[in-house]
């Protein structure tokens, strides 16, 4: 990560990491989320953010808001540390062009993060070892925003998304497994179809997960209406209650245990090791389509574009 001395702001010196701090608080919407994001302790995030709302002389935050929300003039000077941040990376990145060394930013959704990323990155880091990867795990819309404003250099998701000002690559098609617990009345069946899984409750994300719009729009294109359970925030929630008999639902094949394709798999819970089955439907499948996108109007560096391409090649060689 590159230091940036002090610049000034009026006649008030200001880091460039203060700005950098200030806007992962805004985007976090907390102090503690934002910490563990940038790597440092609290207490120092909140002295650096203090520091420069005393220098600027206005609040940035509104203190008793939770989660956290941002002044009026907070909200203004979001825009303009995003606008600012942007030139300074550009810069850099144009002065210090190197496919062989450097840093890397990826962002990918909550559902393909801890499965697909990992190997990629692996991967990657034994071909580059001179290459720091920075990886930000965030929801569809979180996601799309930092990288029109150059925060990210690619990002991993699944469509469908508003691709305005966006490069799109297509990587792969993705089945969506039924998943039930081993002792559901739908284990009794040899062959599931759409049909049979209408009057079971079923246990979905909350709804800033694209998943869960995926499999409620595969559902209403064949007329069938999903008893919603409930939501959960994380898919190793709803895999480890539906695992035990607490409803029904839909898991990317990525996510499921090794060994479960089709059959019974492992899945783990607070409880210990417990048993749960993942089907395919008969007939037409409910699927995700996932892809790489980008900013094409952000300077592209030949690191980056040897990183779009290595994960292009990746899934090719699959």
Request: hydrophobic residues 40%; charged residues 25%; proline residues 5%.
């Amino acid at each position: 990560m590159i230091e940036f001395r002090a610049v000034k702001v009026g006649r008030i010196p200001v880091e460039l990491n203060q700005f950098r701090y200030f806007l992962s608080v805004a985007r976090q919407a907390g102090f503690t989320q934002a910490a563990n994001e940038l790597g440092v302790s609290q207490p120092a995030l909140s002295r650096s953010v203090a520091k420069l709302e005393e220098e600027l002389g206005q609040p940035l935050f509104e203190r008793d808001s939770r989660p956290l929300a941002l002044t009026e003039m907070g909200k203004s000077f979001q825009q303009r540390c995003i606008q600012i941040l942007g030139l300074v990376d550009q810069a850099v990145a144009e002065v210090t062009d190197d496919e062989t060394r450097g840093q890397v930013r990826v962002g990918t959704i909550p559902t393909i993060a801890p499965y697909w990323l990992p190997q990629m990155v692996s991967r990657f880091s034994k071909s580059l070892p001179n290459v720091e990867i920075h990886i930000f795990e965030e929801v569809t819309t979180r996601l799309l925003e930092r990288i029109r404003h150059g925060e990210l250099d690619v990002a991993i998701m699944a469509m469908p998304i508003d691709r305005h000002f966006l490069e799109v690559h297509k990587l792969f098609d993705e089945e969506l497994f039924l998943m039930h617990g081993r002792n559901h009345e739908l284990a009794t069946k040899k062959v599931v179809r759409i049909r049979d899984i209408e009057s079971y409750p079923m246990l979905l994300l909350d709804q800033s997960h694209c998943l869960s719009a995926q499999v409620e729009a595969f559902c209403k294109q064949r007329s069938v209406q999903p008893i919603a359970l409930e939501r959960a925030a994380q898919l190793t929630t709803v895999q480890a209650l539906v695992a035990i008999g607490h409803g029904i639902s839909f898991i990317p094949a990525m996510a499921r245990p090794r060994g479960g394709a089709g059959g019974a798999g492992d899945t783990s819970g607070t409880s210990g090791t417990m048993r749960a089955q993942y089907r395919s439907l008969d007939g037409v499948k409910p699927k995700r389509t996932v892809i790489m996108v980008w900013n094409p109007y952000r300077f592209q560096s030949r690191l980056v574009m040897k990183l779009r391409q290595f994960i292009i090649e990746g899934v090719e060689s699959v």
